[in-house]
């Protein structure tokens, strides 16, 4: 078996000449791990085909051509198995802007759409844009790890929901979804007449020990009610380049994407297309080698929690570059990462953004170099001793 490619992030020096959000929120003191922006340099097949297009002055709209959906497929083949028929690949800005456009077109004003707090804040906001009421059925925790509640799901299709924004794998927990659990959930929504939207963004930085599931592939009542939306942003940290895909696999769900305004696909980011299709079709190897230093970090994040934050509870991830963190014992009010924001100079992801179930949480994003992973729980472990509640 070959080894992946070795995959660094840059130092401090270099990261603080990006320009993003995530270099320029907050002065240079201040270590940012709250954004979902990783660390590491770009794939050079990725870095190639943008140079390529720059050459030769090729940044005009996107042409909505066949080659997107066609690199989306063949990726999808080789990393999970999963057999899309590219004609069922529609692309957009970003997934978000698919939720979106797909929840309008199924729903009504008013209608209900379920998700599974704590989970990415945007979808609080997502739902309200396309003119539905949320309703939450938040995740359920036990020995064995995260779980959907398909009980609470299944009652809020019966009282009305109509459809349902999955986040697979879960973020902020880094949680693959089950096959039988997605199962599950698509014979529900198949009795209900609902449709189940799943946000699978984070599904390249599935870890090596765990498998990613679309959920497309988990029955014929999901594809019969499911629209999956995905990006190569995360991964290969391309979301400025605005380009994710849109992928179906019934005629039924085809025809919601088809019936989308024109200006849903024109959105789409001709550099974007370009980043994506190199990424998709050139950048397994480096993905390898990125997934293999995101594992040595989230080690090494258990060891130190372990070590200079015992109070700190912590499930290690198996998907993405986000660390999900219960510091209630450390008595740190309800909006800890503003208190350590102050105190220790790290930014972290708010627990309470994530919904009312991650209050006492922060989300730290592990997709940096080992120094300054070690630098940041270094920091927050200064900053919170004689905090700790030992009971």
Not at 311 to 339: I, M, T
Not at 356 to 378: I, K
Request: aromatic share 8%.
């Amino acid at each position: 078996m070959l080894e992946s490619m070795d995959v660094r992030a840059q130092t401090l020096d270099e990261l603080r000449t990006r320009t993003s959000v995530k270099w320029r929120s907050y002065p240079a003191d201040v270590l940012p791990l709250f954004v979902a922006e990783h660390d590491f340099p770009l794939a050079e097949p990725v870095a190639d085909a943008l140079h390529a297009c720059i050459r030769r002055s090729d940044t005009g709209y996107s042409s909505g051509g066949p080659e997107l959906p066609e690199a989306f497929a063949g990726f999808a083949l080789s990393r999970w198995g999963w057999q899309v028929d590219p004609a069922h690949v529609r692309s957009t800005a970003d997934v978000s802007m698919g939720i979106v456009e797909c929840l309008r077109g199924l729903i009504e004003p008013g209608d209900r759409v379920v998700i599974t707090p704590p989970v990415y804040p945007p979808f609080f906001e997502l739902v309200r844009e396309a003119g539905g009421v949320v309703a939450e059925a938040p995740l359920l925790e036990d020995a064995e790890g995260w779980h959907l509640d398909l009980t609470a799901i299944e009652d809020a299709f019966a009282a009305g929901a109509k459809a349902m924004v999955l986040c697979n794998p879960h973020n902020p927990l880094g949680h693959p979804h089950d096959r039988s659990e997605l199962e599950a959930l698509a014979a529900i929504a198949e009795r209900h007449g609902a449709t189940v939207v799943s946000d699978e963004i984070h599904a390249p930085l599935t870890h090596r020990d765990a498998r990613f599931v679309p959920f497309l592939t988990v029955s014929e009542a999901a594809r019969e009610h499911g629209i999956s939306i995905t990006s190569a942003s995360k991964a290969f940290n391309l979301a400025g380049l605005k380009c994710a895909v849109m992928v179906t696999a019934s005629p039924r769900m085809r025809a919601i994407i088809e019936g989308m305004y024109q200006e849903v696909f024109w959105r789409t980011s001709h550099l974007g297309v370009h980043a994506s299709i190199a990424a998709f079709q050139h950048g397994s190897e480096w993905l390898d080698g990125l997934l293999a230093s995101l594992e040595e970090n989230r080690a090494l994040l258990s060891r130190l929690i372990h070590q200079k934050l015992p109070g700190v509870g912590f499930r290690e991830p198996r998907a993405s570059y986000l660390a999900w963190l219960d510091v209630r014992r450390l008595q740190l009010g309800d909006e800890p990462a503003r208190h350590l924001l102050t105190r220790a100079r790290v930014a972290l992801g708010a627990g309470r953004d994530f919904g009312v179930q991650g209050t006492g949480f922060v989300r730290l994003n592990f997709g940096c170099s080992p120094e300054v992973l070690t630098d940041a729980v270094d920091r927050i472990a200064a900053a919170t001793i004689g905090t700790y509640d030992r009971h």
